[in-house]
């Protein structure tokens, strides 16, 4: 998790499959809510966006990335877990390698010492507001 009080950089990858988005599932304790981002994660000091986007998809799922395009920046300020965060993401629209993950349901993996859920989903569930995608401005690019 990163130190409180600090802005966060994150690379993050859109990766689309006709109506379907690949998501990491999240869960809020506090607010005992669900919620779905790109996957990702932080951008390390001296290393490129893409390069922590590259290296983030290839350390969590073991996945490589192909016609990744910049789509833009986004910045987040929320509250997760009664705590304030702040994130600058830098965002990519991208595709994998291995046409194998677009056949998975999901996937299962573990970060740090939490295990996660990425899994395909209808991108209509976060348009009609079904389902909660973070940070929201994600919408303007699906």
Known sequence: MHKPNEIRMLALGLIRDGKR???????????????????????????????????EFQEEIQAELTNIHYLGCIESIFIYNCLPGHEIIQLYQCDFVDHKFYELEKIVFTEGKRQKTALWVDISRFKSGELKLVPEQFLGFL
């Open 21 to 55: 988005i690949f998501m990491s599932q999240g869960y809020d304790p506090h607010k005992q809510e669900t919620f779905y981002r790109a996957m990702g994660g932080g951008i390390d000091f001296g290393e490129t966006s893409l390069t922590a986007l590259q290296r």
